[in-house]
């Protein structure tokens, strides 16, 4: 199995890029628009044809590469399927999984961010037809967007979103797997790259350690966050699998512009 991380500066999102070395297929997890030519590069480096891009959840923040990414490759669009987008091609569901070639991930539905988020967790079909999560020396890991990210988690004030959901996603479904699997978050904006379940269970200063449901409740009520810049035109767009708005203002252009010296992460 392939696996290389992408990180894109303007947003501080990283796009998670896993491909079978069987087929020489490729899916994209949560691809950025402004960054397709960098991704596209990086298939082509590693001998890899895009067959998928997988969004965690409608992002706020910034505008998937998805639609765009079909466009000029053919790549088939999967996202969440109980947010019910006209443009995706295959819905995915809790616990059933999203499979290409050696490739599987098992999709955790992990509301609280957004209604609709999902992590996922990454196994590979073995030859004997089984499916590991830690095959082949392969590190045990889970694509977390923003419902967990390392020392934090993404807020809860927008797009249906609640604390007290996010707490159970979090602890029933994330802090259950095992704590050696490899948490590979959705943004990171001080430079860390990867985590554990057993480091976010101890230390994440929101949800780790003892905290409980009412403490994190507070922490969140009290982050007095300001109103996200770009949500009025990334969510619309997003719904429709990553349409760059007509009326984007000025200083907002280079979120569906080209970024091709993005650095990988």
Do not use: W
């Not at 959705?186 to 379940?197: A, E, L, T």
């Amino acid at each position: 199995m392939i696996f290389r991380q992408l990180f894109e500066p303007l947003s501080s999102t990283y796009t998670y890029l896993i491909g079978c070395e069987h087929t020489g297929q490729a899916v994209l997890v949560d691809p950025v628009v402004n960054s397709i030519d960098r991704d596209l590069a990086a298939l082509q480096g590693l001998g890899l044809t895009l067959a998928f891009t997988l969004d965690t959840h409608i992002h706020a923040d910034h505008i998937t590469g998805a639609l765009h990414l079909k466009q000029r490759v053919g790549s088939r669009i999967a996202a969440p399927a109980m947010e019910s987008l006209p443009c995706a091609d295959v819905g995915v569901d809790d616990g059933v999984p999203f499979e290409l070639g050696e490739i599987v991930l098992h999709p955790l539905h992990t509301p609280g961010h957004t209604d609709g988020h999902f992590a996922y967790r990454l196994a590979r079909r073995t030859p004997d037809g089984t499916l590991d999560c830690a095959a082949d020396g392969m590190s045990d890991r889970v694509f977390t967007g923003d419902a967990l990210l390392i020392d934090g988690c993404g807020r809860t004030d927008f797009q249906n979103g609640d604390a007290a959901t996010l707490y159970r996603s979090v602890h029933d479904k994330l802090f259950t797997l095992p704590g050696d699997c490899l948490v590979f978050p959705g943004h990171d904006y001080q430079q860390r790259h990867v985590s554990s379940i057993a480091q976010e269970k101890a230390r994440n200063p929101r949800l780790g350690g003892e905290r409980t449901l009412a403490e994190f409740e507070r922490i969140m009520a009290e982050l007095n966050l300001p109103y996200p810049k770009f949500i009025d035109h990334a969510v619309p767009g997003n719904r429709l699998c990553g349409v760059c708005p007509q009326d984007l203002p000025e200083q907002m252009a280079a979120y569906c512009g080209r970024m091709t010296d993005s650095p990988q992460g």
